[in-house]
């Protein structure tokens, strides 16, 4: 049997090849874009990903009889130490840490088979369709349905919030199959190609000038049963986990092998870096308020990865249930925000009055869109609901429609 090569040898081994093949990062990283460079950026990032799968660098995690690498947490944190300072394609951390974990744990063997190389390979983009305008928070609420057809099923209703719709390929699609059941339990997972036909894809203007959210109106799109993630009516089976995947992700935690320099817990030392760099631009560098918040950025740095790993080892050991995973989520989604917000009281003024291509400018715009990670993954507000109740076992929240079918809970609210 081969020796694995220590995550020492491998980081080693990832860093040279990186100095000689990615760009260096762009530290304007997180700004809005306009549509024609954000394509340009997204085929950059495909043939990036293309570039680190063809060097046996891509899916370090995954295992290998479907493209990956099949390794350890420690290589891939190896990686993305090797990474610091350069271009990674970011654009696939939803595809890689939320949606093909997802596939691992749920797809068929041809459904992995034919997908995750792809994706490993920066060939597919995937995106996942579960939020809709009347069901957020109560997601199992959706109205979304997917009738049978024979070995089909016929998809009607509207999806929103969907990050990167417009140049994505797939979409994990939560639909209604039984409206008879509870709500719960009369749900199924699709995938579906985006650009099927009846599937409009709807950017959405943002306050930060930006469109990367969508909205998407299924009329009719006809999907074959193979399409199925896990079992029908299973759905909602599928949902949980591919939220645990979510929460991870926006931690710092999944699978995905990039985490953009400019953000997450485990890019934080350039966090750390740019805000005493920000500090000394504008003349605060010896202010003792200002080095105060400086120390507030770098503790909450040092916190981040020594949460993880013991969450992890936590969840490991089966001491903590897989829900727990919104414990790192909460933190991480808390401490990036309040990071950003230290930036923007750091640069005061001249962070918010200078424009978005300037160094300065860069925080005010990352402070407009840093209420993202407190929603994205399941709002803050949520994942308290599921540490206290799925993790410390305090009651359940009151929830009248519990046990009744659906189609009896649309009639009330039609009342």
Same mark, same amino acid.
């Given at each position: ?73 420690? =290589? *891939? ?8 300072? #350069?271009? $990674? ?21 041809? *459904? ?14 995937? +995106? ?47 639909? %209604? ?6 709500? =719960? ?5 699709? #995938? ?28 009719? !799109? ?31 935690? @999944?699978?995905?092998?990039? $985490? ?21 631009? +504008? ?27 013991? +969450? ?15 414990? +790192?989520?909460?933190?991480? @989604? ?24 300037? #160094?300065?400018? !860069? =925080? ?26 799925? !993790? ?6 009151? @929830?009248?429609? %519990?046990?009744?079918?659906?189609? *009896? ?7």
């Amino acid at each position: 049997m081969d020796q694995v090569e220590s995550p020492e040898a491998f980081g080693r081994r990832a860093r040279a090849w990186i100095v000689k093949n990615l760009p260096p990062a762009d530290m304007a990283g997180g700004l809005e874009v306009d549509d024609d460079a954000e394509m340009r950026m997204i085929t950059q990032a495909r043939e990036l990903q293309k570039l680190i799968f063809d060097a046996g660098f891509a899916g370090i995690r995954y295992p290998v009889e479907f493209g990956g690498q099949g390794l350890t947490r420690a =290589h *891939q944190l190896a990686w993305r130490e090797a990474a610091a300072g #350069y271009q $990674v394609p970011s654009a696939f951390n939803v595809t890689h840490g939320i949606l093909a974990p997802t596939l691992l744990d749920f797809g068929t063997e041809e *459904q992995k088979t034919r997908h995750l190389p792809a994706i490993l390979s920066g060939h597919e983009l995937w +995106v996942q369709f579960l939020s809709e305008p009347s069901a957020g928070s109560d997601l199992a609420g959706l109205l979304t349905r997917a009738e049978r057809d024979g070995d089909s099923f016929i998809v009607n209703g509207s999806k929103i919030w969907s990050t990167g719709a417009h140049f994505s390929d797939y979409a994990m699609v939560l639909c %209604r199959t039984n409206p008879d059941a509870p709500k =719960h339990g009369g749900l199924s997972m699709l #995938y579906m190609p985006i650009r099927s036909r009846g599937v409009t894809v709807t950017p959405i203007k943002l306050v930060t000038g930006g469109s990367h959210f969508c909205q998407e109106f299924f009329d009719d !799109v006809v999907m074959p049963e193979s399409n199925l993630i896990g079992a029908e009516n299973d759905g909602w089976r599928v949902a949980s986990a591919l939220l645990v995947h979510e929460r991870n992700m926006v931690a710092g935690n @999944s699978l995905n092998d990039h $985490v953009p320099a400019t953000s997450g817990d485990e890019g934080a030392a350039a966090a750390g870096k740019e805000v005493i760099e920000l500090a000394r631009a +504008v003349g605060r560098s010896q202010d003792p308020c200002t080095r105060q918040l400086i120390g507030e950025v770098l503790v909450l740095q040092a916190l981040a990865d020594p949460a993880i790993a013991r +969450v992890n080892a936590q969840l490991r050991a089966g001491r903590l249930p897989p829900p727990a995973s919104a414990l +790192v989520k909460l933190m991480s @989604s808390m401490s990036q925000y309040r990071i950003k917000e230290i930036a923007l009281e750091i640069g005061g003024t001249q962070a918010v009055l200078n424009g978005t291509g300037d #160094y300065l400018g !860069v =925080h005010a715009q990352r402070w407009l869109a840093a209420r993202i990670g407190t929603i994205a993954g399941g709002s803050n507000e949520m994942q308290r609901n599921v540490i206290s109740e799925r !993790v410390l076992g305090f009651p359940r929240e009151p @929830s009248p429609d %519990r046990g009744v079918p659906f189609s *009896q809970v649309l009639s009330s609210r039609r009342r």
